[in-house]
């Protein structure tokens, strides 16, 4: 199943949550989000550009067990030990949910 915006603007941090808790309540094993590097114009949503580790550790601070991980990592403009030392403590913070699978995007 997969949850799609059909508007012209992201979701906002309300339906971020709405839609981890409703994946998790009908037993959905994962959700994955997306890493963005800039807010595009026009965009008005809350979560659009911003961390997706610390935007998926709000998630996992009101969900229990549904795994949640990012579906690439924009990695050319971030240090890899920061990258890497956010996906350990949002790991760890998130009692073990991130998925290992790692992907990387260049420009």
Do not use: C, W
């Not at 992201?10 to 959700?31: P, R, T, V, W």
């Not at 550009?49 to 969900?63: C, D, E, I, K």
């Amino acid at each position: 199943m997969t949850f799609v915006n059909q508007s012209t603007t992201s979701f906002s941090l309300e339906d971020e949550l709405h839609y981890a808790k409703k994946a998790e309540n009908i037993g959905l094993i994962s959700l994955f989000m997306r890493d963005t590097t800039f807010i595009k114009k026009g965009k008005t949503a809350a979560t659009f550009g911003y961390n997706p580790f610390v935007n998926l550790s709000h998630l996992a601070a009101h969900t229990k067990k549904i795994a949640l991980g990012t579906g690439s990592i924009v990695t050319t403009l971030l240090h890899p030990v920061l990258t890497a030392k956010a996906a350990a403590t949002f790991d760890l913070l998130s009692q073990e949910r991130l998925p290992q699978s790692p992907a990387l995007h260049r420009f």
